[in-house]
């Protein structure tokens, strides 16, 4: 029987295997950081679906990172970063309703959109409700229509909702919430595997 992304993920702490996730994503976020944050100045941050904190400690670690927030439904992965890392942010909550007391000026998530029925919806949730105007938010997908090698993790991983979609998919999303200045690239493509899919845009 499959399981809910939130109770695989939960089951991943207990063995491990959030410190691979950690490994096989470093090249891709790190592009996406980079890009984000090369014309911020003190700047707010949440990582949405930030699992064990990994980019949240990344991040909150640039100098000009005024404050940083991890959120993630599996309360396995929170009390693992807890545990790690004392002095940032950490919750546990539904993306799809938690609000921060104040809006932010850059969101991230990585490998997290795919994981919902309608991720349209968390886009426009976070559009309306966490950043601020003229602030960014910055995606990155490996499960999507034109990365064929991932067709099969729905299967593979027993998880029951794993939403594919088409790049041009993916930034009709962030154009009809209202996202500006929207663009998309492929982050470590390699041979019969397409990279990481990266959209973001501006409020």
């Known amino acids: 029987m499959k399981k809910t992304p939130i109770e695989v993920f939960g089951e991943w702490v207990s063995m491990g295997k959030d410190e691979g996730m950690e490994k096989n994503h470093e090249e891709s976020v790190e592009n996406m950081v980079s890009f984000a944050t090369k014309d911020l100045t003190n700047f707010s941050f949440i990582d949405a679906g930030c699992g064990n904190g990994w980019v949240v400690r990344s991040v909150a670690s640039l100098p000009n990172c005024i404050q940083a927030t991890g959120i993630d439904g599996a309360l396995k992965m929170i009390q693992k970063a807890k545990k790690l890392d004392l002095k940032n942010n950490y919750i546990c909550n539904d993306l799809l309703f938690w609000k921060p007391k104040n809006k ?36 990155g997908l490996d499960f999507y229509s034109e990365n064929i090698s991932s067709h099969s993790w729905p299967e593979e991983c027993g998880i029951s909702i794993m939403s594919l979609f088409s790049e041009s998919e993916w930034k009709t999303f962030f154009l009809k919430v209202g996202f500006k200045k929207v663009s998309s690239w492929h982050s470590g493509t390699k041979k019969n595997w397409a990279g990481t899919l990266i959209i973001t845009g501006i409020k």
């Not at 850059?106 to 991720?119: A, C, G, I, N, T």
């Not at 919806?121 to 309306?128: A, D, M």
């Open 104 to 139: 932010v000026d850059l969101v991230h998530s990585m490998e997290v959109f795919y994981y919902l029925k309608e991720p349209q919806k968390l886009i426009q949730h976070v559009f309306s409700n966490w950043l601020k105007e003229g602030a960014r938010l910055i995606i």
